[in-house]
Every structure is written in C-alpha cells, then in structure tokens.
C-alpha cells in the first residue's frame, strides 16, 4: 500500500469533506422537556399533568375511610383505626379529607380549640394519612398547609405533634412545613414505639 492509500492525499480529501459536511449539518440541542429521535429530529415531551386535589371537612359519612385508612397506615403504632373514628365522631377534632377524581386519598386530624381556652391556644395535629399509591403527590402537603391557615384562623399559637421516632419520611414531611423536634417520647404508642415531640410556632 503506497503512502497515499489510507494516509495518503485521498485519505485527507475524505476526511475533509466529512469535516465540512458535519459543519453544514444543522445542531441539535435536547434540554428540558425535549427529546431527540432516532432520526435526530426533537420531540417535546409531555409535562406530567398536575393532578387536582379537592379538600373539604369530613363528614359522618367518611367515618369508613378514616378506619380503613387509619388501619392500613398506622396498625403497627396501636388500634388507632379504633381511637381515630371514634375521636372524629365525638366532635373533638377539626378533620380535613382530600379528594382526587372524586375518590378519598387522605385525611388530616388536627384538635379542636375550645372557645374557653386561655391564651396562647396549642393544638395538636392528631393524625395524617395518605392512600400508599397517592403518597408522592403532595397531598399531604396540601392538608398540612390547610389545617394550618385553619388553625390561624382560630387564634392558635402553637402546634404540636407526636411522630414515630423511626419514621423519617413523616419527620422529613413536618421538618419542611416548619416543624422542630422537642423532645423523644419513651413507649408513647401503645404498641411500645418511642415518638418525637415536634413543634410549630404560628405568627
């Protein structure tokens, strides 16, 4: 093979024109929410659609879900799915459903504020629950907010809640809406678990 086979003058006029051809080709640039083709082309790619939660007070009739929930969610604390529905029917606790499609996907339970308590009103959040398959669509974000504006709305000063002292996802939840450890519970649950106190201060 002469100098001039692969190395060689023609070698380099091939590589020259590959070079000016790339040159008169038109870029590409996939950025966010784009993705290139096989053919090279750009198809924009679907946003992932909002999914709209609906909140409202729980009702009689809703006392089925909160103990069906309750059980699936918390049945390894204690009978809560016995001491929950039985703390919404006696009228003590504020209790907020959320709805998506029409369908129960969670619930929040705060305390009720009695008009004779002196000031400054404390409130406990008793409770929140989300259906397992819904639980990365911040609907438990949306009832904590709610309960809170709630919460304000009747003159409270300070919330409080107890968590499972293992449960890091519920701590990493109440953390980001402000929430501050306090102090462990030893064997708060009637299972035996240990909690932690958190708190909120409202302005």
């Not at 090279?40 to 659609?49: A, D």
């Not at 102090?183 to 649950?189: G, L, N, P, T």
Request: positive net charge.
């Amino acid at each position: 093979m002469s100098k001039r086979g692969r190395f060689g003058k023609y070698g380099e006029i091939k590589r020259i024109s590959r070079l000016q051809k790339a040159r008169t080709t038109s870029m590409h640039v996939v950025g966010v929410g784009t993705k290139a083709t096989k053919g090279g082309t750009i198809r924009k790619e679907k946003k992932p659609q909002r999914l709209h939660v609906e909140l409202r007070p729980a009702e009689a009739s809703d006392v089925e879900f909160i103990r069906n929930l309750t059980h699936r969610v918390f049945r390894q604390y204690g009978p809560y799915e016995q001491m929950l529905p039985q703390w919404f029917e006696s009228g003590i606790t504020l209790t907020l459903l959320a709805f998506m499609d029409s369908m129960p996907v969670g619930f929040a339970m705060l305390s009720r504020p009695e008009p004779t308590w002196v000031l400054p009103r404390i409130c406990e959040l008793l409770a929140i629950a989300v259906e397992p398959a819904k639980q990365r669509l911040h609907v438990a974000d949306l009832l904590l907010k709610n309960l809170e504006k709630t919460a304000g709305k009747l003159k409270v000063k300070k919330l409080v809640l107890h968590t499972a002292k293992q449960n890091f996802p519920a701590q990493n939840l109440f953390r980001k809406h402000g929430f501050v450890p306090s102090e462990i519970k030893k064997s708060f649950y009637p299972n035996g678990q240990d909690a932690l106190l958190m708190y909120k201060n409202l302005v």
